[in-house]
């Protein structure tokens, strides 16, 4: 690291961190970027992941390759323990403390179980790579176990998936076990018929997908249904115990639960004082992504509470995530330079969501498409999105596969074996 360039510390391998880390490659600056994790995630895939569609390393990459022709950036695999804005340092729970010039945060967010994290072990969240193959591992495992037991003294076995929460990580992650069980796993088991798993998604909301217009919410209910999914709407979970999850009147045996409901700041950014905040722990920012009475300090990505200069609430996905990344490096740029800060202005790319194969929904200024238009829109996005040409042409190649012949091949329980029962 040159002492003699500004130091910008960039905290966050996702997408917005990267994306500030590489635009600042021709900078007169020295980048450092922190991560706890050696890679980056690509996240809308990890529902696939889950169940089984894609591995791990077809939709991650190693931060230290991706940067690897950068110079002027190095890469260090630590967890953030706090912000000193005061004295312009980060500490880290390894590696001691960093002292910045200018900072990047984007420390993304966690999943929320809304004040009851009890419930986190009995129904894991889908926001990293660990959590997506403990997730697939349950599904896998519960199948596996249905086999053993069908046809002994337990001759009613039944396995019952309960996925919370409405959103697109929800409605994906339901669709695509119903998939799994329905069609992937149909011919496979000698003993237990796997398309009768049963399939719920719980959403407290009076609709799904409540971002998207409400024809596409009603459109997703359908299909789902369609796939055997049972959906419940104006449903809020009440309880989640290792064994069963109550929503209003209705109690659940099953342990076979998986949470997409929420989501919100985790406890680093937490330390960063003199700010404000939403209730998910979003902080609120200048126009130009700085935050209050301090311009040596950005904030990126999901982390951002900000209504852009065009009047429009800047949401928490990829394309502004990796927006607000550029547009901060480029700011810190401009003040070194000299220049004056702009403000940032957030170009709406639109929003998609898979529901199942040949169904998504897709909307984009004004226009609005379903069906199977719509799940091509989404499956070229995502490849253009993906980092790394070999990640591409790995994920194409086993979603050809998969379409015309309905193998998914990443189903390989590795994880240690659940010692609970996985089926009722």
């Not at 799994?180 to 997908?209: G, H």
């Not at 995502?382 to 980092?387: D, G, K, Q, Y």
Request: aromatic share 8%; hydrophobic share 40%; net charge positive.
């Amino acid at each position: 690291m040159d002492e003699n360039k500004p130091h910008v510390v960039v905290l966050g391998g996702g997408f917005a961190g990267l994306s500030a880390a590489k635009e600042l490659a021709k900078a007169n600056v020295s980048v450092t970027l922190v991560d706890r994790q050696n890679h980056h995630l690509f996240q809308p895939l990890l529902y696939q992941v889950a169940s089984g569609g894609l591995s791990a390393t077809e939709i991650a990459q190693p931060l230290r390759y991706i940067l690897s022709s950068q110079t002027n950036v190095r890469v260090i695999m630590d967890e953030v323990a706090g912000i000193d804005r005061g004295n312009r340092c980060v500490s880290l729970r390894k590696t001691g403390s960093l002292q910045y010039d200018y900072l990047v945060v984007g420390l993304g967010l966690k999943t929320s179980y809304f004040g009851n994290d009890a419930w986190e072990a009995h129904a894991p969240g889908l926001k990293s790579l660990d959590e997506a193959t403990e997730i697939r591992r349950r599904i896998l495992m519960a199948f596996e176990q249905a086999e053993l037991t069908q046809g002994s003294e337990d001759s009613n076995t039944e396995i019952e998936f309960v996925v919370v929460g409405g959103g697109p990580t929800g409605v994906e992650l339901s669709g695509s076990i119903a998939e799994l069980s329905r069609k992937v796993l149909r011919d496979e088991f000698r003993r237990f018929n796997a398309t009768t798993a049963k399939i719920r998604l719980i959403e407290a909301a009076p609709r799904l997908l409540p971002v998207f217009d409400e024809k596409h919410s009603e459109y997703t209910l359908r299909e789902l249904e369609k796939m055997g999914v049972q959906v419940h709407l104006n449903s809020p979970v009440t309880e989640i115990t290792d064994n069963s999850v109550t929503f209003g009147d209705t109690q659940i045996k099953t342990n076979l639960i998986f949470w997409a409901a929420g989501l919100q700041a985790g406890k680093a950014p937490r330390t960063l004082e003199g700010v404000t905040r939403d209730r998910a722990g979003r902080i609120l920012v200048e126009k130009d992504l700085t935050i209050p009475n301090d311009d040596r300090v950005y904030i990126v990505g999901d982390l951002v509470s900000l209504v852009d200069c065009k009047e429009q609430r800047v949401p928490g996905v990829a394309p502004a995530a990796m927006q607000t990344g550029k547009h901060a490096a480029q700011q810190i740029r401009n003040s070194i330079q000299g220049k004056p800060r702009k403000a940032f202005k957030y170009f709406d790319k639109g929003n998609m969501a898979t529901i199942g194969r040949t169904r998504a929904i897709a909307e984009f200024k004004g226009i609005k498409v379903s069906g199977f238009f719509a799940w091509i829109m989404w499956l070229v996005v995502h490849l253009l999105f993906l980092v790394g040409m070999r990640n591409r042409i790995s994920v194409v190649h086993n979603w050809f596969w998969a379409y015309f012949t309905w193998c998914m091949g990443a189903r390989i329980i590795t994880q240690k074996p659940y010692s609970g029962t996985l089926v009722k």
